[in-house]
């Protein structure tokens, strides 16, 4: 009875995405790998050829490169991704559909392991797992970071006026900003969300007049501070995610010289004896057979890392690229000695604040449930408008504040919801928002110590990318951080208190009128810290010897493989790192192709 209703329902799609948005259905969960004889028939095809370039990881920074090294029309390029491949599911469309997307089969969750400065807690890490990679998961804020940012890494070509013009490559400016930082015509569509909350308004409001602190209507123009209040900008086109993969992808797949795996795990870059890269072993996922396949590289060809901040370093170590002492004790055969790959991790470490509210029905949350189910007219709104809060991922205003002495630039972001936090933990809060049938109305503040001194590791804990490596974030380690959350805690729980919410002013739930001194704020964010997504710096680029690749994106000690992802930031930004990152792949590529 139930496969004669779902294949009904398939006959009619769009009947079959409402039914699975109320029913609360997680997106298809069966595993990518269909029919083996298939599967294998093909692999078999695409590894009897060789390429120009292979790509290893379908994300962001990959799909981007696909398409620029594809746009000749010559250069053979081949793509591997251990993901999904139906990035143009609705929940990944939607932008609030990000909420289905947490811990489901589009999500790698990965875990920190016992962080030693928050009480030895496994830290959940959400990554996307499908072409489109994180950009097809995350919660879509344009950020660049400031100027500074990239100034202070000090690497030849990479200044902020080196990148700036790499920025405007790739950009598509539906708002009308300057021209001298935006551009139009790109793929990455940059726009305001359709919706806002009046919490969101009030927010604005509120935090303008108490802070004194200005309104900014570009966080992204470097020709002044990055300080002030507002909106922040979403790469959505017409009220939809824009992804790694809707947005340079699917202009690139059709092309006869690009071929795409989904469902195939990089397993090892092969080199011969001049340690020159020839071909990448891959296997694919669900296939127990234990067999593998080989893609090889034409002469001159290169391999380019693209798995992002964790897996990045897991394939240059799986590779025998990586600290000696580490490989050996797996027992693989070391190419390149090289310290410093999986070391420089960083992230922006979150704490939050919340509050209820007595105006009942205000909340995006309570927007969402009807009856305690699933409410079908924000789905409906959103399918026939592409208007209405599904197209808001829920953090898309919010502020960047200097907090303490002599700091030079903001350090602390603030991120407004207009929701009550179900935990004191961000990402569990978000996953939970799935499942919880009633959502009591709120307001919430994420505070971000947005230019985090933290460094962390990634290292293998088996010679197999089958395995998941051991994270180390070491949040919390350097103390500046945890000052800078306790400020922002402090900050926000008084602008939360504040009389002029008026009729929304509500009573705070986290951290709780009990959590007073700073102790007290400190022993809180310990147990309630969490990521903020911006995960970066395993595969640092500079000169020194612990940089991983050189500044033309070259890994030291091997010839033919390069990394272009989020991976190589020596230095995380102040900002989200999405952007960033198509920044990196577009210099990728112009190194690529000079
Ligand atoms: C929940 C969340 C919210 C975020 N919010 C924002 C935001 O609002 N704004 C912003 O700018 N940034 C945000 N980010 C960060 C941003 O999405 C990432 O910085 C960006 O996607 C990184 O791109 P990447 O190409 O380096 O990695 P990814 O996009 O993660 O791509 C890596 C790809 O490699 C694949 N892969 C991994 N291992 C293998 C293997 N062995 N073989 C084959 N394939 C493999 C993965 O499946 C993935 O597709 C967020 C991230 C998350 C997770």
Redesign the pocket.
Known sequence: MMNYFIGFCKKFPLLLSILTSINAITPDGSPPLKNLLKAHAAETKCTSKSYDYII???????CVLAERLTSDGKSKVLM????RSDYNTLFIRIPAGILRLFRSVYD?QYETSGEEDCEGRNIYL??????????C???????RGSAMDYDSWKVPGWTSSDVLPFFKLSEDDKIGKSSDYHSKGGEWTVDQVRYQNPLSKAFLTVAHDEWGLPYNDDFNNWSRSQEGIGRYDVNEKNGERVS?ASGFLSKAIKRKNLTVRSG???RKIEFDKSKTAKSIT?DLMGDDTGDTFSAKLADGGEVIV????I?SP??LMCSGIGPRKELESLGINVIADLDGVGQNLQDHPAAVVSFTTPKKGVSVTSKLRIFGLSNPFPLLRWLLFKTGLLTSTGCDHGAFIKVGENVEQPNLQLRFLAAKALTPDGMTTFTKFRTAKTLEDGYSFQSIAVRSKNRGEVKLASSN?HTKPIIDLKYLHDRDDLITLREGIKLTRKLGRSSKWNEYLGEEVFPGPEVNSDEEIEDYIRRSVHTS????GTCKMGLGDDCVVTPDLKVRGVQGVRVA???ILPQIIGG????P?VMIAEKAAAFLKA
Request: glycine content about 20%.
């Open positions: 290893a990881g379908g994300g962001l920074a990959g591997l991704e251990a993901g790698w959400q990554r996307g797992m499908v072409l489109g990679g994180s950009s998961t995350n919660v879509l804020l344009y950020h790694g195939a795990m990089v891959y693209t798995g992002g901040a897996a897991q394939i990318t997504n911006a995960l970066t992802d989020s991976s989200q790192t999405a952007t990152t």
